[in-house]
């Protein structure tokens, strides 16, 4: 009959590091599947006084005092390559989709949803930052804007 040895049973310590390790991965994995499903639903929103941007991590409201519609504008990201973003300072960048702060060729400091480059919505503000909006229907979305700060 063979004599048997048992090992030395190891220290709670590597149990805890693995449940740390997968609370991060559902962490990981929690900020991801809101990303894939704010990229589908992320909005405007044009109040009596605000502009709310709804969806991934970077949403905000604006007060319309701050943004300078003046100089606002539809542009084409390829062709206007001075409003195109350069680097992403702090926020999302996926094939198709890239919301947050981004650096634009230009220097400027940018907050952006974009789905697309073409018809982007470029918006100056008087807090340090643009804004780049993939909005549906551009056009109108300028014009309820604008109509609701000139009321």
């Known amino acids: 009959m063979p004599e048997v040895f048992p090992i030395v049973p190891a220290s709670a310590k590597p149990i805890w590091i693995l449940g ?15 990303t894939a499903y704010s990229a589908r639903n992320s909005r405007v929103e044009v109040s009596a006084d605000s502009l709310r941007l709804v969806g991934d991590f970077w949403g905000r409201s604006i007060d319309f005092e701050s ?3 003046a100089d606002a504008a539809i542009i084409d990201l390829d062709s206007s390559s001075n409003y195109a973003p350069r ?6 960048a996926v094939p198709g ?33 643009s804004l780049l909006l993939s909005a549906d229907r551009p056009e109108q979305f300028l014009e309820a ?6 009321s």
Do not use: H, M, Q
Request: a positive charge; aromatic letters at 14%.
């Open 20 to 34: 740390v390790v997968c609370i991060i991965l559902v962490i990981v994995f929690a900020a991801l599947a809101y």
């Open 67 to 69: 943004l300078r519609l």
């Open 87 to 92: 680097r992403r300072t702090f926020g999302t």
């Open 97 to 129: 989709y890239a919301s947050g702060w981004f650096r634009l060729r230009n220097g400027d400091k940018a907050l952006a949803y974009l789905t697309t480059r073409d018809s982007v919505v470029y918006i100056p503000t008087s807090l340090g930052y």
């Open 145 to 150: 804007l604008r109509s609701r700060v000139e």
